[in-house]
């Protein structure tokens, strides 16, 4: 059973109040949410909207954004959370 990362909402993302409604929406008619974040993310210098760094490294996702899997997560010494010592940090 996936869960709902409690440290973006679910969104993958940290600080998307930062972006202008209209900017989020034509993301949500854009075919991908996520890619549509990344690109505003690059285009405006002036925020702090990340990627969740539970979710992802920027380069790419950990599993489903804003998603944890029970059964795959957190994976350990060898998993994206090594650093933290196996847990995502929203655990
Ligand atoms: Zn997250």
């Known amino acids: ?30 075919s991908d949410f996520h890619q549509a974040i990344l690109d505003w993310i690059a285009k405006n210098t002036d925020h702090d909207v990340s990627v969740c760094d539970c979710c992802g490294d920027g380069d790419e996702w950990y599993g489903v954004p804003g998603e944890h899997y029970n059964n795959e997560d957190p994976s350990g010494p060898n998993g994206p959370y090594a650093y933290n010592g196996g847990l995502c940090e929203c655990h």
Do not use: K, W
């Open 1 to 30: 059973m996936p869960t709902t990362c409690t440290r973006c909402e679910g969104t993958g993302f940290i600080n998307l109040h930062q972006i202008p409604d209209v900017d989020i929406v034509a993301a949500e008619e854009s």
